[in-house]
């Protein structure tokens, strides 16, 4: 049977599902002769009343039936309805006009299967049931059977006489019997309804085991291809065992040829002596290989280590390189401080003869701080000048390491044999950094040539008159006559670093300490002294 699904025609709510089977009460009302399922969408709201007299309704207890998405009035619900009635009880009536009924398949509008057709209002009063109005004692009546019986008075006549009175009791009995037929016809659709279904399952089932016995039977032909194909094959290896026991026969027909024709033991002693050769030498190309695998072995460690060494060494090597380069840009730096450092001893010495030859005025004490305010300018400028030029013998120092290192690495590289090749990189084991590094620790030592050494901290400097030029000016001026190995660089000069604060003070407290001795006066920092000529 068709089934619809029925929706709010204002928010289009989804209500239920009906199967296409209806009664039609009036033109605005209908209800589903097979009583649906759970409709979740639908509820009943306000209080139930009686349905008005003269109608379909009349003596059932009617209530309003909503949706429940939008709340708007869907129709009635019959609460309870009296006995023999045409209305059962929790029977829904439906307003066309609030709702819409859908093919729950397709989805579209469907037309509604109307098998009756009820009047909402009776034309005429109808009597009440059990008590016919307005019928004569001697209208006819109905026995216990159901049949109608004639007037008790005209009984003996057998001609029954009905006026209009007895004919609408007469109506109002079939109105009433009416019902249970409405009843009946309600279960038979049901049950019609039920039958459907019931075939319609048993249909699915025979369909079901159609395709069952249509697969059987696909398996039943395979399975016989199957067994064919068995049997021809059986068939071969019943012919392949023929042909292999013939071959068999003719095999120990030669054997016993081979027996009768030569001894066994000599065969056999024979073979033995050729196996216990070739077993002779398999043993000794074994240890051959195992031999020249462990020569391969020592060969790729002490190539391992030299690698690693050399690559040390390119490392050093540039490293020295690098310095190097930078060595005669220091160099030449040199050079000019020391030019700086002898025009500013020749300066100090000119202030010492200036001060032994003219003692200091009145005047001069009295502008002494503003020369030992120039006295402490020009003492710091020595200073720097100084301690910048005491490098100079440890970058010639460094240049030399790195001279005499650069020859050894050169020497040491044409010397190198060069490796061996590998003849079989399968037969030899990893070989590892770790063992590499721990070769290398054995084999070479490190030179003492090649550690860096660091000229010790140069003292005080004691200027005096008469003495001779110290290290240091005479370490100058003897780079001012020589030039570089590298030759006379074109490289802009490089900004002195500064010293250290401690070597610094030192230069300073040196140069004080001369030039006190020199003038016979105490000079410090920033106090009120003279000095002649200042």
Same mark, same amino acid.
């Given at each position: 049977?068709?089934?619809?699904?029925?929706?709010?025609?204002?928010?289009?709510?989804?209500?239920?599902?009906?199967?296409?089977?209806?009664?039609?009460?009036?033109?605005?009302?209908?209800?589903?002769?097979?009583?649906?399922?759970?409709?979740?969408?639908?509820?009943?709201?306000?209080?139930?009343?009686?349905?008005?007299?003269?109608?379909?309704?009349?003596?059932?207890?009617?209530?309003?039936?909503?949706?429940?998405?939008?709340?708007?009035?869907?129709?009635?619900?019959?609460?309870?309805?009296?006995?023999?009635?045409?209305?059962?009880?929790?029977?829904?009536?439906?307003?066309?006009?609030?709702?819409?009924? /859908?093919?729950? !398949? *397709?989805? &579209?509008?469907?037309?509604?299967?109307? #098998? =009756?057709?009820?009047?909402?209002? @009776?034309?005429?009063?109808?009597?009440?049931?059990?008590?016919?109005?307005?019928?004569?004692?001697?209208?006819?009546?109905?026995?216990?059977?159901?049949?109608?019986?004639?007037?008790?008075?005209?009984?003996?006549?057998?001609?029954?006489?009905?006026?209009?009175?007895?004919?609408?009791?007469?109506?109002?009995?079939?109105?009433?019997?009416?019902?249970?037929?409405?009843?009946?016809?309600?279960?038979?659709?049901?049950?019609?309804?039920?039958?459907?279904?019931?075939?319609?399952?048993?249909?699915?089932?025979?369909?079901?085991?159609?395709?069952?016995?249509?697969?059987?039977?696909?398996?039943?032909?395979?399975?016989?291809?199957?067994?064919?194909?068995?049997?021809?094959?059986?068939?071969?290896?019943?012919?392949?065992?023929?042909?292999?026991? /013939?071959?068999? !026969? *003719?095999? &120990?027909?030669?054997?016993?040829?081979? #027996? =009768?024709?030569?001894?066994?033991? @000599?065969?056999?002693?024979?073979?033995?002596?050729?196996?216990?050769?070739?077993?002779?030498?398999?043993?000794?190309?074994?240890?051959?290989?195992?031999?020249?695998?462990?020569?391969?072995?020592?060969?790729?460690?002490?190539?391992?280590?030299?690698?690693?060494?050399?690559?040390?060494?390119?490392?050093?090597?540039?490293?020295?390189?690098?310095?190097?380069?930078?060595?005669?840009?220091?160099?030449?730096?040199?050079?000019?401080?020391?030019?700086?450092?002898?025009?500013?001893?020749?300066?100090?010495?000119?202030?010492?003869?200036?001060?032994?030859?003219?003692?200091?005025?009145?005047?001069?004490?009295?502008?002494?701080?503003?020369?030992?305010?120039?006295?402490?300018?020009?003492?710091?400028?020595?200073?720097?000048?100084?301690?910048?030029?005491?490098?100079?013998?440890?970058?010639?120092?460094?240049?030399?390491?790195? #001279?005499?290192?650069?020859?050894?690495?050169?020497?040491?590289?044409?010397?190198?044999?060069?490796?061996?090749?590998?003849?079989?990189?399968?037969?030899?084991?990893?070989?590892?950094?770790?063992?590499?590094?721990?070769?290398?620790?054995?084999?070479?030592?490190?030179?003492?040539?090649?550690?860096?050494?660091?000229?010790?901290?140069?003292?005080?400097?004691?200027?005096?008159?008469?003495?001779?030029?110290?290290?240091?000016?005479?370490?100058?001026?003897?780079?001012?006559?020589?030039?570089?190995?590298?030759?006379?660089?074109?490289?802009?000069?490089?900004?002195?670093?500064?010293?250290?604060?401690?070597?610094?003070?030192?230069?300073?407290?040196?140069?004080?300490?001369?030039?006190?001795?020199?003038?016979?006066?105490?000079?410090?920092?920033?106090?009120?002294?003279?000095?002649?000529?200042?």
């Amino acid at each position: 049977m068709e089934t619809l699904t029925s929706k709010c025609s204002q928010c289009n709510l989804e209500l239920g599902r009906f199967i296409n089977l209806w009664t039609q009460i009036g033109k605005s009302y209908v209800t589903p002769i097979v009583t649906p399922g759970e409709s979740r969408a639908i509820t009943t709201k306000g209080p139930s009343r009686v349905g008005d007299q003269n109608t379909l309704v009349s003596g059932c207890e009617l209530q309003d039936i909503v949706c429940t998405g939008c709340d708007s009035v869907l129709g009635l619900k019959c609460s309870s309805a009296p006995v023999n009635h045409v209305l059962e009880d929790n029977q829904l009536l439906l307003r066309l006009a609030s709702v819409r009924l /859908t093919n729950t !398949k *397709s989805r &579209r509008e469907a037309k509604l299967v109307i #098998r =009756r057709h009820l009047k909402l209002k @009776d034309p005429a009063a109808k009597p009440e049931r059990g008590d016919p109005a307005g019928a004569d004692a001697s209208g006819p009546h109905v026995n216990g059977d159901g049949n109608f019986m004639p007037p008790q008075g005209h009984q003996a006549d057998r001609q029954p006489q009905f006026d209009p009175i007895n004919l609408t009791g007469l109506q109002a009995y079939l109105e009433s019997q009416r019902a249970d037929i409405s009843r009946i016809d309600s279960a038979g659709y049901q049950i019609v309804a039920a039958f459907d279904n019931a075939m319609d399952r048993v249909e699915r089932e025979v369909k079901k085991l159609q395709d069952t016995m249509a697969t059987l039977r696909g398996d039943l032909d395979g399975n016989r291809d199957d067994v064919s194909s068995l049997k021809t094959s059986v068939d071969a290896v019943r012919k392949d065992s023929v042909a292999a026991s /013939t071959e068999a !026969k *003719s095999l &120990r027909s030669e054997l016993e040829g081979l #027996r =009768r024709s030569a001894p066994i033991s @000599d065969t056999i002693d024979e073979l033995r002596s050729q196996l216990q050769d070739s077993m002779a030498k398999l043993h000794q190309s074994s240890l051959d290989r195992a031999s020249e695998a462990n020569d391969l072995r020592r060969e790729l460690t002490l190539t391992k280590a030299e690698l690693h060494r050399a690559k040390s060494d390119q490392a050093t090597l540039k490293t020295q390189v690098d310095g190097l380069r930078k060595a005669p840009k220091e160099n030449l730096a040199a050079k000019d401080y020391a030019r700086e450092v002898s025009a500013l001893r020749l300066e100090v010495r000119q202030l010492r003869q200036e001060t032994a030859q003219k003692p200091p005025s009145h005047a001069q004490a009295q502008n002494g701080s503003f020369a030992a305010k120039e006295l402490d300018i020009l003492t710091r400028n020595i200073a720097k000048i100084g301690n910048r030029a005491s490098q100079i013998e440890t970058l010639q120092m460094e240049f030399q390491l790195f #001279r005499s290192r650069l020859q050894r690495l050169e020497a040491a590289e044409s010397s190198a044999p060069p490796a061996p090749p590998v003849r079989d990189k399968y037969d030899l084991p990893p070989f590892s950094d770790a063992e590499a590094e721990q070769h290398q620790n054995s084999s070479a030592k490190p030179s003492a040539s090649a550690q860096r050494r660091k000229r010790s901290s140069a003292g005080r400097e004691k200027i005096d008159e008469d003495s001779t030029p110290n290290k240091r000016l005479a370490f100058s001026s003897d780079v001012e006559g020589e030039d570089s190995e590298f030759g006379v660089l074109d490289i802009p000069e490089t900004p002195p670093s500064r010293g250290t604060a401690r070597g610094r003070g030192a230069t300073r407290g040196g140069t004080q300490a001369a030039i006190s001795r020199a003038t016979g006066r105490k000079v410090r920092g920033r106090t009120r002294g003279s000095l002649p000529g200042g």
